[in-house]
Nanobody, 123 residues
Framework: EVQLVESGGGLVQPGGSLRLSCAAS????????MYWVRQAPGKGLEWVSL????????VYANSVKGRFTISRDNAKNTLYLQLNSLKTEDTAMYYC????????????????WGQGTQVTVSS
């Protein structure tokens, strides 16, 4: 059974930092591209970042580029998102998600999602 369990969210002041983790199980983690997606209160889903399997190449949404860093530890089956220089508009539920196809990221929507971890940026 595929499981994705996020952790690391919390309340932080503007300009602060957090590191989110996503513990994966039930599949060969190293073989799949992984995503972080967020949903702000009252808004739709927003793709944040992806990291490929294999070469570990990364892509970011313009809204977080230069502030967030996605990474993975295949030995620990864990995905990370380092959030720096946080802004109030980064307040959202953050989800990790799995690409449905082994290998490089695909255009298909993720097939498994975690339950999310809440990030609140407020003074």
């Amino acid at each position: 059974e595929v499981q994705l369990v996020e952790s690391g969210g919390g309340l932080v002041q503007p300009g602060g930092s957090l590191r989110l983790s996503c513990a994966a199980s039930g599949f060969t983690f190293s073989s799949y591209a992984m995503y972080w997606v967020r949903q702000a209160p009252g808004k739709g889903l927003e793709w944040v970042s992806l990291i490929n399997s294999g070469d570990g190449s990364t892509v970011y949404a313009n809204s977080v580029k230069g502030r967030f860093t996605i990474s993975r530890d295949n030995a620990k089956n864990t995905l990370y998102l380092q959030l720096n220089s946080l802004k109030t508009e980064d307040t959202a539920m953050y989800y990790c998600a799995k690409d449905p196809s082994a290998g490089s990221w695909s255009i298909l929507p993720p097939d498994y999602w975690g339950q999310g971890t809440q990030v609140t940026v407020s003074s």
